[in-house]
């Protein structure tokens, strides 16, 4: 299995795909700060990308990605870390169980479901959901309450743009993320270490936020069953497990959603769940954490920051509120 990957992956030297990332990201931003028109430079920034992906063996399909300036200019983590280090408990608890066991999920034919407190509910076809809207480069740091943290290059748009299509109403106060929960297809669902289908939320604010990504693929392709083939919910200022994997649906409620991980550990996961390195978990500090691929003998750690380094973009959404109470 590690020898497949391996030599599965030979061709894509995580120290040359990082680089070149960045220095696209660096050209748009660039052109952005100068004034230049975004398009233009966004298209051309694209082509290079593209052109050099073509080496890129496929773990799915290619996606047809454009640069976003909301990318973070850290250094992404390597695919080969990205991919085979994962939470996905429906393949098992160890973080290589999902590489190893997630190849029997069945990522087509798949649909997601947009219903509840919405004007136009709609079963979106897997197909239809990429072709939504325009697909984004988004380079995000995300942080696992656990204590460590990674780099990675999503692909997707922001949940906004399917809100848009799905009109919610006045009454959509929350916003509920069913993912799939299929014996057959995912082992790990024996176990009862938490109850399936797993399940998360967000207050409609939070999903409406232009950080919020309904994303579709890391890398340039379409996600790997392992990081929850084929749609999933990136919320990069709060704790990883708020990131649904394999989402088959969307409904918005009135009332606060009640999540697989409260409801395994009240005491010890909220529903804000926001990377807060005041707020210490029950059984540890979340002052620090260490960043995936920085390991090793002279292993650094890392500050974590407030909302996970998006406090620009996020915070106000809790203004007035006691975020030690809402952890
Ligand atoms: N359906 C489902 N989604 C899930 C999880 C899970 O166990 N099941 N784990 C969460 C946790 S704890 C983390 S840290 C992230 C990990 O995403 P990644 O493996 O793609 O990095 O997925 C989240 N989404
Ligand atoms: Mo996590």
Same mark, same amino acid.
Request: aromatic share 10%; hydrophobic share 35%.
């Given at each position: ?42 298209? #051309? ?35 080969? %870390? ?122 409609? %604010? ?53 999540? #697989? ?16 390195? %005041? ?49």
């Amino acid at each position: 299995m590690l020898l497949r990957s391996r030599i599965r992956h030979e061709p894509l030297p995580s120290e040359i795909t990082p680089r070149r990332l960045y220095q696209n990201r660096r050209t748009v931003l660039q052109a952005a700060a100068a004034g230049l028109a975004y398009w233009s430079m966004a298209g #051309s920034a694209h082509a290079q990308s593209s052109a050099s992906r073509a080496t890129v063996p496929a773990a799915g399909g290619k996606l047809q990605t454009r640069p976003s300036t909301l990318s973070t200019m850290e250094k992404p983590t390597s695919y080969k %870390d990205v991919t085979t280090y994962n939470n996905f408990y429906e393949f098992g608890t160890e973080k290589d169980d999902p590489v190893t066991y997630s190849k029997t999920l069945r990522p087509r034919p798949w649909t997601v479901s947009v219903e509840g407190a919405v004007a136009r509910p709609r079963v979106f076809d897997i197909d239809e959901l990429l072709k939504l809207a325009p697909l984004e480069e988004r380079i995000y740091r995300m942080r696992c309450v656990e204590g460590w943290s990674m780099v990675i290059p999503w692909v997707g748009y922001p949940l906004a743009e399917l809100m848009r299509r799905v009109e919610p109403t006045g009454n959509a106060k929350y916003v509920e993320f069913v993912t799939l929960a299929d014996r057959g297809q995912m082992p790990g669902i024996r176990s009862s270490v938490l109850a399936w289908p797993y399940i998360e939320g967000l207050r409609i %604010d939070e999903a409406a936020n232009p950080l919020t990504l309904l994303t579709m693929g890391l890398y340039g392709e379409a996600l790997p069953n392992q990081n929850g083939a084929p749609v999933r919910i990136v919320v990069p200022w709060k704790y990883g497990f708020k990131s649904g994997k394999s989402l088959v649906k969307i409904r918005f409620t009135e009332q606060q959603p009640m999540t #697989s991980w409260r409801r395994a550990a009240p005491h010890e996961y909220g529903f804000y769940s926001n990377v807060n390195p %005041d707020v210490a978990h029950p059984r540890w500090s979340q002052a620090t954490e260490r960043r995936i691929g920085e390991d090793g003998f002279l292993q650094r750690k890392r500050k974590t920051l407030p909302f996970n380094g998006y406090a620009e973009q996020v915070a106000s959404l809790y203004a007035g509120m006691d975020l030690v109470k809402n952890y």
